[in-house]
Structures are given as structure tokens and as C-alpha cells.
């Protein structure tokens, strides 16, 4: 296992799917994935049993502390509310992971809108901006349908439709056809 820890940017509410990726490649080199993708599981101890069998859970469950605790430390501190009451680090890696990829309007949303406000830094190489375009396009593939929706309600002035911009944002459905609707009724109202 790897005693040096991870070098690379903290989750915070945006580096979900760049974070995830580089979190996973750590711990796999660190001998820690496979506790949190649930292939290894804890062994249960049998009647009658052994000093090998409570030295095999021992093991089991030092390692989950490591990975639990590389998990918790590798998050930037107001993400670490969604590790309430959580110990187990294939719960906490899971609870990260339906958190950050919600598929609501509201997520879609400010993914698009991160993605149209990404800008060139200016000692950053075009490679660099290539691979973060890319990891917001990852996210945008299964979004695609939402697009024209999307676009729609980012063109209204935010001053001007503050609720209506917020009341299309918190359906659960964001289709064409809906919000094609919600803007005649809102036109003629």
C-alpha cells in the first residue's frame, strides 16, 4: 500500500467526475478499491472459531478504516456533511457518488453552466483546457436531450425571472415539450 497520500485537488461541489476518477486510480494503487467497490468483503466470524478467522476480520477492518479515512480527508470540508453517520467507506463512496450525479434539472443546469463559463487560464497549456472541457462533456453525453431546455431558461435575464427560472429548475422532468409549455403560460400571464 501506499503511504504517501493523494496529490491531486480535494471533491469540492463541482470535481465530482475528475475527483472520482483520480480518487479510485489512488486507492487502487494504494490496495484500498477493491474494500470500496465491495469486492472484498468482511469475512464473518464462524462457531466455533479460530484466532485466523478474528485476525482475518481484523485485517478487513483496518483496511476499511484506512480507506474510510483516506475517503473523509480527501473532501473538502462542507462536502464531509455526507458522511454523517456513515463509517463504511463503500456506503460513503456510494452516498459521494448519488449525491454529485443527481439527474435532476437543477444539477443539469449548473453542470451546463460550468461548462459554458470554463475559460482558457493564462498559464494554462490548450491540453489542460482540453481535459477540462472534457470532464464536464462526460457528464453532458447522457445529458444531450435536456440541451434546447437548458439553453432556454439560461437566455432569460436572471432579474427579470428569478421565480419562474427557479420553479422550471426544481421539476423533476425538464423535456422540450414542458418547458415550451411553462414559457407560453408564463408569456400570456
Aim: glycine residues 2%.
Amino acid at each position: 500500500m501506499s503511504s504517501n497520500g493523494p496529490n491531486f485537488k480535494k471533491l469540492n461541489a463541482t470535481n465530482y467526475t475528475t475527483w472520482s476518477g483520480e480518487m479510485q486510480t489512488w486507492l487502487q494503487a494504494s490496495g484500498l478499491w477493491r474494500i470500496i467497490n465491495g469486492t472484498t468483503k468482511k469475512s464473518s466470524i464462524p462457531s466455533p472459531s479460530t484466532e485466523a478467522h478474528h485476525s482475518a476480520v481484523e485485517a478487513w477492518e483496518a483496511i476499511a478504516d484506512k480507506a474510510a479515512e483516506w475517503l473523509y480527508l480527501m473532501v473538502e470540508p462542507e462536502q464531509r456533511v455526507h458522511f454523517a453517520n456513515r463509517e463504511d467507506p463503500v456506503e460513503m463512496w456510494e452516498f459521494l457518488k448519488s449525491v454529485h450525479l443527481q439527474r435532476c434539472p437543477g444539477t443539469c443546469f449548473n453542470t451546463y453552466d460550468d461548462l459554458f463559463n470554463i475559460r482558457k487560464a493564462e498559464d494554462e497549456s490548450l491540453q489542460t483546457l482540453i481535459n477540462r472541457v472534457k470532464d464536464y462533456t462526460f457528464n453532458l453525453k447522457s445529458l444531450d436531450e435536456e440541451l434546447t431546455s437548458m439553453t432556454l431558461i439560461h437566455a432569460l435575464p436572471a432579474e427579470e425571472y428569478p421565480s419562474f427560472t427557479s420553479s422550471l429548475l426544481l421539476k423533476d422532468k425538464l423535456d422540450k415539450a414542458t418547458v415550451y409549455q411553462t414559457f407560453v403560460t408564463e408569456d400570456i400571464q
